[in-house]
Structure formats: C-alpha cells, structure tokens
C-alpha cells in the first residue's frame, strides 16, 4: 500500500497555552503526536503561550511539558519554526534551543509548495488599533525589554496578569474592526514580499480572503476548553496545495 506524502508545512498560531486550559493542552500535544511528526516543516506563528514572562520560566513544569513536545517533534526530523506573537514576545534564545526550534523574524517569506507565502503573526498590521500600536512599538524596543527582563520573575508576572486584565477590559469597547488587520497594511505586505500566499493569525477570525489572485489565509485560535471546541490548522500537501484544517483534521472551505 502507497503511504501518503509527508505534509510540505503545517502552520498554528493562537493556542494561547496554559495550565488552566488542559483541553487545549491536550488537543495541542495530539496536534504534535499525530500531525506534525508526519510532516516536513511546523510553523508555530505566535501566541503558542498564554503570556511567557522570559526564559527562566523554563523551568515550569507546564512549560516544560510543552517544550519537551516540542522537541519531540524536531527530534523526529520535522524543521520546527516559531514566530513571536503579542503574548509571548519574550520567548528567546534559550527556549529555542530546549525546544529544538529556529526562531524567525517577522515578516518571513518562504518558498513553499512552488508559492512565495509571507508568514507573520498579524497583530503588527491591525493600524487602527491606535492604542496597542502603541503598545507593541514600546515593548518590542530592545532597551524596554532588557530592562523588563532584569525585574525579578514573579514581578514580571504580576505585572503581565495587570496587563492582561487591561487589555480585556480594552477589548470590551473596541470593535472587531478596529482589532483586525488593515487592508492598507496587508497591501504593502503584498508588496514588500512580492507574496502570493499571506499566512497569520492573532484575529481569531480564521478565513481565505482572495483578492486580485493574491490569498490571505487567517489561522484559528484554540480552546477545547469551552464548547463549541475550537482551533485548526493550515497545511500545504506535497503538490502545493494549502488547505484549512479544524480541531478535527476535516478540511474546510
């Protein structure tokens, strides 16, 4: 019997991983147990955690647990990728070299499946979110973070739980319009990239958009903690052809 071919790339982004959400845990093990061992590349673009305060957290048992499955999925011959999204943008040097994984830069455009594709976590593109484009320009310096980094860890902590809590009451009064990606910015994206294929997340509102023969493919976020379950993921087969994938595997249109 013909065994199928190996998967070119996978793509998640969005898992949003913590302890307090072992559903999602699970499904994301599984996800790497079944899925992305068999498959040529793994792309993890951005928010794998919930909040990552630095690298010597790494000695967490939760975060431990996740890396080590991770590895396990390097150590099987996949190229492990990952992207800093607006959670865990301190993910560094050390957590890529215990997880076995190459850290990219954002935007990365890679040649897959015979496509130029574009690949990023999106929050960076969402221009009328006038506030958090704030945000992200001060945190992402290099000189905020060393100096948030030289904080004790369970300060850093305290101080992303305030965060978090500021931001969900945040996101109560703006629109979805104002949290989504701009159509100026996935433009110039186009542009500068020369892409055919846009891949991202961080809106949580996964979907194909096609325009002008160029596509911009939107990974789900996860939680199989709350139902409906919800999460999935895109893959490029060995032709070149991408589909979107649920929880469940099934393709979607």
Request: net charge negative.
């Amino acid at each position: 019997m013909t065994m199928p071919a190996r998967p070119l790339a996978l793509f998640i982004s969005d898992l949003h991983l913590q302890d307090a959400h072992p559903r999602t845990t699970e499904a994301f093990l599984r996800f790497l147990a079944e899925r992305a061992s068999a498959a040529r590349s793994l792309y993890l673009l951005g928010d794998l955690f919930e909040y990552w305060a630095g690298d010597d957290d790494l000695a967490d048992p939760y975060h431990q647990k996740i890396v080590r499955a991770i590895r396990a999925v390097s150590e099987a011959g996949v190229a492990v990728y990952a992207m800093a999204g607006n959670r865990d943008f301190l993910a560094g040097s050390e957590f890529a070299r215990a997880a076995g994984l190459t850290m990219l830069a954002e935007p990365h455009v890679a040649e897959i499946g015979g496509q130029r594709i574009a690949l990023m976590h999106g929050d960076a593109e969402c221009l009328d979110d006038v506030q958090y484009m704030e945000f992200r320009a001060q945190v992402r310096q290099p000189t905020w973070q060393e100096q948030f980094l030289a904080l004790a860890l369970e300060q850093r902590k305290a101080i992303i739980a305030g965060m978090r809590e500021s931001s969900r009451a945040a996101h109560g009064s703006k629109s979805y319009e104002i949290m989504d990606v701009t159509q100026e910015a996935i433009g110039a994206m186009f542009e500068r990239t020369g892409a055919e294929v846009i891949i991202h997340g961080h809106t949580h509102r996964p979907a194909l958009h096609q325009t002008g023969g160029k596509r911009r493919y939107v990974l789900p976020d996860w939680d199989a903690d709350t139902e409906p379950a919800r999460g999935g993921w895109i893959e490029i087969d060995a032709s070149g052809a991408i589909t979107r994938r649920d929880l469940d595997g099934v393709s979607k249109a």
